[in-house]
């Protein structure tokens, strides 16, 4: 059974910077963090590959540029990295992982495992 564990988070004015980080036990092929701000459907914002390779990583639109997934095998934790924040990235960010392949970063069903949630707060 894989456990995710999130952290980081909290409140920041616009442009600022924070770090998550999710810390898995278990066996997966890929982390991804999703986030869903008041009244949103819930949008894959960034994953990487966890299996054995590369690390390839996939962003979405509204975070390229600005945000950075990246991991530490060591403690088997993987950190996503966000700066230059901007009020619209208010929302509660989830960590998830899958222990199988899948063509598809981004949809949510695809993913086996996720963590409590963590709220992240950019104020203007």
């Known amino acids: 059974q894989v456990q995710l564990v999130e952290s980081g988070g909290g409140s920041v004015q616009a442009g600022g910077t924070l770090r998550l980080s999710c810390s898995a036990s278990?066996?997966?092929?890929?982390l991804a963090w999703f986030r869903q701000g008041p009244g949103k459907e819930r949008e894959g914002v960034a994953s990487?590959?966890?299996?054995?390779?590369?690390?390839?990583?996939y962003y979405s639109n509204s975070v390229k540029g600005r945000f950075t997934i990246s991991q530490d095998n060591a403690k088997r934790t993987v950190y996503l990295q966000m700066d230059s924040l901007k009020p619209e990235d208010t929302a509660m960010y989830h960590c998830?992982?899958?222990?199988?392949?899948?063509?598809?970063?981004?949809?949510?069903?695809?993913?086996?495992?996720w963590g409590q949630g963590i709220q992240v707060t950019v104020s203007s």
């Open positions: 990487i590959w966890t299996g054995p390779g590369t690390g390839t990583t």
């Open positions: 278990g066996a997966i092929v890929r």
């Open positions: 998830a992982a899958r222990s199988t392949y899948s063509i598809n970063w981004s949809r949510p069903s695809d993913y086996n495992y």
